[in-house]
C-alpha cells in the first residue's frame, strides 16, 4: 500500500473516533439525573416532578398531601422544605437563560413555595422568591 492511502485511513481513523467521543461526552453531560429516597413521599414528589408516571414507581401519595403544582401556601398546616442533591444553581426565574442567583452546594436545605408543573421548584432563598431546577431537588417534610 502506498503511505498516503495509509495515511488517509488512520486520519479516517482518528476522526471517527474523535466524534464517537464528543457524542458519548454529550450523552453523559445531557443525561437525566435521578434521586434515590427512601421516604414514599419525597420519591412520589421527585419522580412526579421530573416527568415520571409515579404509579409504576412510588406508591400512591394521600390526598392530603402537596402534589407538584400546587402551590405551598394552600395548606397552611404544613411548610414544605427541600435540600439539594447535588451542587447546583439558584435562578431568579424559571429558566435555564435566566440569572444565577447563586451556586448552592449539595445538601443546601431551603423552604418550597411551589414545585411547578414546568420542571422548576419556586423557593424562599434569601428572603426572595427564587428557583431551582426540580430535578435537583429533595423534598423533606421537616
Known sequence: MKKTTINAILISIITLMSVSICFLIFCIVTRPRYVIVNEPETAAMITEASGFDEDELQPEVPASENTAGTPVENSPDKTMHGRTSTRVNIRDAASENAKVLNTVDEGTTFEIIEIQDNGWTKILYE?????????FVIVTND
Open 127 to 135: 428572603g426572595t422568591e427564587a428557583y431551582i431546577s426540580s430535578n
